[in-house]
């Protein structure tokens, strides 16, 4: 399942809806980097399981006779991007980078009718806007693109991500007890 393509797809559905006058990109902002202008950058720079909202409970589907299908909860994966605005000139960059956090911190949780792909089936797509960034150092990351250090904010967007086998199970229909006693059992 492309999980990251269909959050990307998200994003920029969303920003392209509220935003149409401005690119959307997803590519590393390092000196190559040349968008057409005004343009908002979305650069996923980090991916770590989210455990506080780790699911422990197996998933039961009894719709599918005559047995049940089990499965263990998706893993969640918070996806944190570092965005930034390229407008040709600080002024409009900030004006850019000010609707782009007006439009994302609109949404806690993504909204269904922008999710592409696997994601229209995830009830839970929360999403953190203006969050700490997970990036030791900004200088040292503008740095290593080759660029110069620009205005940025983090934004993080937790998904599921099914990494385990559902499991077909019979049903059970009655309940046996039985008890064991030394080598014996007895019903």
Not at 94 to 104: D, P, Q
Not at 131 to 142: I, R
Request: glycine fraction near 6%; charged fraction near 25%; aromatic fraction near 6%.
């Amino acid at each position: 399942m492309p999980m990251i393509n269909d959050l990307d797809a998200t994003l920029g559905e969303l920003l392209k809806r509220d935003l149409p006058d401005v690119n959307v990109s997803f590519d590393p902002p390092d000196d190559k980097f040349a968008p057409a202008q005004p343009a908002v950058d979305l650069f996923l720079y980090d991916l770590r399981e989210n455990r506080e909202l780790r699911d422990n409970d197996w998933l039961l589907d009894r719709s599918a006779p005559p047995g049940v299908v089990t499965a263990r909860p998706p893993l969640r994966v918070a996806c944190s991007y570092l965005v930034t605005a390229w407008a040709g000139d600080i002024r409009n960059e900030h004006l850019v980078l000010s609707r782009v956090i007006r439009v994302l911190a609109r949404y806690p949780v993504l909204p269904p009718e922008v999710r592409q792909g696997s994601l229209r089936a995830d009830p839970r797509l929360p999403a953190g806007t203006l969050q700490p960034s997970l990036l030791q150092s900004a200088g040292e990351f503008w740095q290593a693109m080759g660029g110069k250090p620009k205005a940025a904010f983090n934004y993080t967007v937790t998904i599921g991500l099914d990494v385990f086998e559902r499991v077909d199970a019979p049903v059970v229909l009655q309940k046996i007890d039985r008890m064991r006693l030394g080598v014996e059992e007895v019903p």
